[in-house]
């Protein structure tokens, strides 16, 4: 099994910036892609941020030039730096892997969820 544990969210004044870190662990072999999503009351979870096992990005949109997403393959973690916060971005932000298993199989995980709160 894979487990995620995310950390860094909370309340912040729009312009602000927050970090969000996500890390992994458990039977994995290596990650394939990474990634950031979010979901505001009442709408659908939506993709924010995604990179791969080679550093390939993509941004939704409405982030791009404000947030940007890393990786430490090292220590199986992904981040999230954003920037120039608006109030839409509130939302719970969750963190999403593709790995292959230590038995060679093909895995996702979700993480709990931090909440980001951007005040106007």
């Known amino acids: 099994q894979v487990q995620l544990v995310e950390s860094g969210g909370g309340l912040v004044q729009a312009g602000g910036s927050l970090r969000l870190s996500c890390a992994a662990s458990g039977s994995i072999f290596s990650i394939k892609a990474m990634g950031w999503y979010r979901q505001a009351p009442g709408k659908q979870r939506e993709l924010v941020a995604g990179i791969t096992s080679g550093g390939s990005t993509n941004y939704a949109d409405s982030v791009k030039d404000r947030f940007t997403i890393s990786r430490d393959n090292a220590k199986n973690t992904v981040y999230l730096q954003m920037n120039s916060l608006k109030p839409a971005a509130t939302a719970v932000y969750y963190c999403?892997?593709?790995?292959?298993?230590?038995?060679?199989?093909?895995?996702?995980?979700w993480g709990q969820g931090t909440q980001v709160t951007v005040s106007s």
């Open positions: 999403n892997v593709d790995v292959i298993t230590t038995t060679m199989y093909r895995d996702g995980a």
